[in-house]
């Protein structure tokens, strides 16, 4: 079956980095399918702080970012999470962007399946010409 096109991005400034950006963040949606650790972290800066959709803590940190991917590939084993940008507008000397666009995610628990959706906001820094995020900020929209 073929896969469903993606929207087309709205890309504002450097059209190159923008890209790269969009690259990464398909990078990071891959590796929340995957499960792998390992390319959540390359995606993540240092420093990058989550704060989620619902009333759930900020988690700040790529450590305390994998450490919460972790219990939750762990005590979810079936959750999946996709974040598609709308648009990615990138600085004027190349060094920060941000991001937005919407976001799912969906599990199960006690044999419901659960589905959250919402909008989220991304900020990115580049660092050495490597593009992370820096920090995402996520409003839950619609729970089902």
Do not use: H
């Not at 890309?11 to 990071?28: E, H, N, Q, T």
């Amino acid at each position: 079956m073929a896969k469903a096109r993606q929207p087309d991005i709205q890309l504002i400034g450097d059209k190159g980095a923008a890209r790269a950006i969009a690259s990464v963040r398909a990078a990071f949606n891959t590796a929340l399918e995957t499960r792998s650790l390992r390319a959540i972290a390359e995606c993540l800066s240092e420093g990058a702080t989550l704060v989620p959709g619902d009333d759930a803590r900020l988690i700040a940190g790529r450590d305390a970012q994998l450490e919460a991917w972790q219990t939750i590939f762990s005590q979810m084993p079936d959750v999946s999470y996709v974040r598609s940008p709308m648009r990615i507008e990138v600085s004027e000397d190349s060094q920060l962007a941000a991001e937005s666009g919407r976001w799912k995610g969906n599990w199960s628990a006690e044999g419901i399946t659960i589905r959250y959706s919402g909008r989220y906001f991304a900020k990115w820094r580049n660092e050495e010409g490597a593009w992370r995020i820096d920090a995402e900020t996520f409003v839950t929209m619609k729970r089902q």
